[in-house]
């Protein structure tokens, strides 16, 4: 059992020995009666001396203590772990690093239990529920982030705090070297405890020659700028549509690496939402490959950036669609212009139709590395990631409940003694 504020136990526990001691220093003063014969008292002053300690109404003494020791009680939080010691949250790898998924979901299999927690992430992690969801973690094309794991299982971690004593976090993953960003250390060292550490092998890069289809109007700028870039750029089958997207282009775009970039010629050529306030801006970024140039600004998107505004915004999105991913572009190029032609934009349209996820690193992490993710110490404690603004104790209302009865048991004895009297 732990306590939200175990502080509040101890302010209760003063607070009954004030009580107690004014108990004892309370006096009442007795009834005035006429004593017929106090004529016979001689007219002169008497002196007499008395101490007397004597322990009355030991009910009502017995009901304010309890009263103020339940009031603290209740505003400490019991909380009880259910007989659960150690919960473990378990991360399993599906990102395209995977080499073979069967082994992970052995892994994850073999070290879940009830009541843990699973994670499964490639670019993004989501949490699935049961030990039947291993058998269905499949690997999608998609690039791991490490990042999205941590985080997910710290929030999971929050979640799962107030049932148990302590955590471990679980990690089956092939950790591929593209698999870290600049965040992973930062908020690797949130986490208060040790990483265990499952590998498995990591996937080897597929040697697939890519080419290059342009459907576009005629004379398209894009397309000839494009035409431009040279086929060593292609590590994958790569399809821009500069037109509407049709269901066939959906089908194409879910076969294994295939990349559908979705680049319209204008507002007609897209049913994408517009930005609550059109403008234009300066420049446009992929990957720190910049084109500087005077870019009107129609359409806002979501989904996980591949190319920004100079302000931050997303100009290009990329999502997994099957074993692909389908790219839009909200990046207008004006046809009179000679942008297309020149090396900045060659170097920026290289990143838009580039594979799936980015481009993919066969070389795992360093031991080093490895050894900064798994840490040291021991497990992490369950009390020190509670969120005490989310994490409530279910036993404080019926606590506070049972000391505003004893409140009135006090009010209703106090007034027998009284009557008494």
Known sequence: MTWLIPSAIAIAAAASLVAIALHFIARSRPVAEIFPTARFIPQRAIHARTRSLALTDVLLLLLRVLAIMLLGVAVAGPLFAAGRRVTRIVIADRSRAVAN????????????RDGDELIVFDSSAARVAGATAIDSVAVTGARGSLSAALSAASRAAVRVA???DSIEMLLVSALADDETDDATARIRAVWGGRIRIVRVANAAAPATSGTLEVRAPANDAVAAGLSLLPMSVFSSPVRVVRERVTSEDSAWARVGGHVLVHWPVNDSSTNWVHRATIDAIGGVSANGETVVARFPRLWSLQGS??????DGEAAAVERA???GCIRDVAVLIDDASDVTLRAPFRRFASELVGPCGGPRSA??????????LIGGGGLASARALSDGKTVWSRWTPWLLALAALLLVAELAARRTARAVL
């Not at 998924?101 to 879940?112: G, L, W």
């Not at 950036?305 to 100079?310: I, L, M, S």
């Not at 360093?366 to 050894?371: I, N």
Request: aromatic share 8%.
């Open 321 to 323: 669609v099957g074993d």
């Open 162 to 164: 107030p049932r148990t």
């Open 101 to 112: 998924i069967a082994t992970v979901r052995d892994s994850a299999r073999a070290y879940f």
């Open 305 to 310: 950036a591949v190319a920004r505004w100079a």
């Open 363 to 372: 070389r795992s992490l360093s031991e080093e590395h490895v050894a900064s």
